[in-house]
């Protein structure tokens, strides 16, 4: 027993017959109780590791444990797994209590209906959905149906809950609605959640962790702040906040990092931040639009293109060297767009990466 690792991923590989390598060895661990969020743009293979952990997918090589056991050779059935599929997949012609209900009426859990009824009934009620017992999934908002298939994947009392992208059919306001009763209710019941969404809000907002995927390999498997603070790699900082970060075409030749029309010694960056030597050569630097500011003087030189209110800060919206960039400054700042500004980025909180898009900085 390890708490740490009541979820454990090693070296996970999947081909896909026609030859498609989905998942590239990977590895991650979940503890016990955490609801961990798998992040990344469609086609990175959130699915693909569901469908595996569940059952429905055999690997091509690695192992999964569960509570320390390798899992890869149990039936699906067999997995004490929760699953809520991105579609709900309810039943139609069942009503919501028989749709709750029906896992404990089938196979080896089958057990007397009003035993089955009564802890159907237990779910429906942390789920809130009791007073719809007797209608139709039909009948149903995309947030009531979303419910019901929670209450359906908990009845068993599975150790692990899978959720593939569960808030993706419902409308925006109803999505931050649900995601922080997802959160409530997981945490309520104390079990392992994997929660899978493409959005990175969504993952920052409710993931005790997020592991960030790409093209099947993990890319970061860390704290929230982190992806904002310390990204791994270009994808990283690029995926991971809103608005999306400012990326500027650099060189670097000896102490001198020199972008379109700015320069910046390699002595004025905190040391302490660099993960190797810089060498010459091309470089894309990077900096959070709240990282770079308007200022008496700066390292660019712009003109406002456009201003966006986002809640209680705007974004000022310029073009640098052809590329759209942009600076997070507060309501206040009276700026508009045509003007002219000066911008100063914090060079603590730059970020340099090399041509295959390791941060060096
Ligand atoms: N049955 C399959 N056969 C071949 N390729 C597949 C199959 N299922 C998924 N893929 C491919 O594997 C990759 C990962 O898919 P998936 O896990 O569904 O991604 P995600 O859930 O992150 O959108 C995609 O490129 C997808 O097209
Ligand atoms: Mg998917």
Do not use: W
Not at 255 to 265: A, H, L, Q, R
Request: proline share 4%.
């Amino acid at each position: 027993m390890n708490d740490d690792k009541f979820v454990e991923v090693k070296n996970l590989k999947k081909v896909y017959d026609n030859g498609h390598e989905a998942i590239k060895d990977v590895s991650f661990s979940v503890k016990k109780g955490d609801l961990v969020c798998l992040l990344g743009p469609s086609g990175c293979g959130k699915t693909t590791i569901l469908n595996m952990l569940a059952g429905l997918l055999n690997p091509t090589s690695g192992d999964i444990l569960f509570d320390g056991k390798s899992v890869v050779n149990v039936a699906p059935k067999d997995r004490q797994i929760g699953y809520v599929f991105q579609n709900y997949a309810l039943y139609p012609h069942m009503t919501v209590l028989q749709n709750v209900m029906f896992p404990l009426t089938v196979g080896k859990q089958k057990m007397p209906k009003d035993k089955a009824k009564a802890i159907a009934e237990k779910y429906m009620e942390t789920t809130q959905i009791m007073e719809l017992a007797d209608q139709k999934p039909g009948n149903l908002s995309g947030g009531q149906q979303q419910r019901v298939a929670i209450a359906r994947a908990l009845v068993q009392e599975p150790k692990i809950l899978l959720m593939d992208e569960p808030l993706s059919n419902l409308d925006a306001r109803l999505r931050l609605k649900i995601r922080e009763e997802i959160r409530t209710l997981v945490k309520k019941v104390g079990i392992t959640t994997l929660f899978v969404t493409h959005d990175q809000e969504e993952a920052l907002s409710i993931g005790d962790k997020i592991i960030l995927f790409n093209n099947g390999v993990i890319q970061q498997d860390d704290l929230g702040q982190n992806f904002y603070l310390e990204p791994n790699n270009y994808f990283v900082a690029n995926f991971v906040g809103n608005p999306v970060i400012d990326n500027f075409k650099v060189t670097v030749h000896g102490d001198k990092i020199t972008g379109s029309d700015f320069e910046i010694n390699v002595n004025d960056l905190d040391k302490s931040r660099f993960k190797r030597d810089l060498t010459d050569g091309e470089y894309t630097l990077s900096v959070r639009p709240e990282n770079i500011l308007p200022a008496e003087t700066g390292h660019v030189s712009a003109k406002v293109d456009d201003v966006e209110l986002i809640g209680r800060e705007r974004i000022l919206k310029f073009t640098h060297d052809g590329v759209q960039a942009r600076s997070l400054v507060n309501l206040e700042t009276p700026i508009k767009a045509g003007d002219g500004i000066n911008l100063k980025m914090r060079l603590d909180r730059v970020f340099l990466f090399d041509k295959e898009g390791e941060r060096v900085y």
